[in-house]
């Protein structure tokens, strides 16, 4: 359904509703500890393009932290990408000198 036609999508194209639930879920979803740290999950990846991603990070001035790939905390469809999870790779960066 586009969203201009949703039912709870209030006439001023504000709609506290969905705002209010949205902000529920985000809440009760379970906080990564790396982004506690300073760090921003980048992306899931496996060779060759996760190394070449990687070096691009570096090269711009960022400090990289390759994880394993959790399915859990994707968003999206990751159905094929769990049929080979231990071949995958989470990118994770953060400015360099913004250590804890």
């Given at each position: 359904?586009?969203?201009?036609?949703?039912?709870?999508r209030a006439?001023?194209?504000?709609?506290?509703?969905?705002?209010?639930?949205?902000?529920?879920?985000?809440?009760?979803?379970?906080?990564?500890?790396?982004?506690?740290?300073?760090w921003e999950?980048?992306?899931?990846?496996?060779?060759?393009?996760?190394?070449?991603?990687?070096?691009?990070?570096?090269?711009?001035?960022?400090?990289?932290?390759?994880?394993?790939?959790?399915?859990?905390?994707?968003?999206?469809?990751?159905?094929?990408?769990?049929?080979?999870?231990?071949?995958?790779?989470?990118?994770?960066?953060?400015?360099?000198?913004?250590?804890?």
């Amino acid at each position: 359904m586009p969203w201009k036609d949703c039912p709870l999508r209030a006439e001023n194209g504000r709609n506290s509703r969905a705002f209010e639930l949205t902000v529920r879920i985000r809440s009760e979803m379970p906080v990564d500890p790396l982004v506690l740290e300073g760090w921003e999950r980048q992306n899931s990846l496996d060779e060759p393009r996760l190394s070449e991603v990687a070096e691009m990070y570096r090269e711009i001035g960022f400090e990289v932290r390759i994880e394993p790939f959790d399915p859990d905390k994707e968003s999206g469809c990751t159905e094929c990408m769990k049929a080979s999870a231990e071949k995958y790779k989470t990118i994770y960066t953060r400015r360099l000198g913004t250590e804890d």
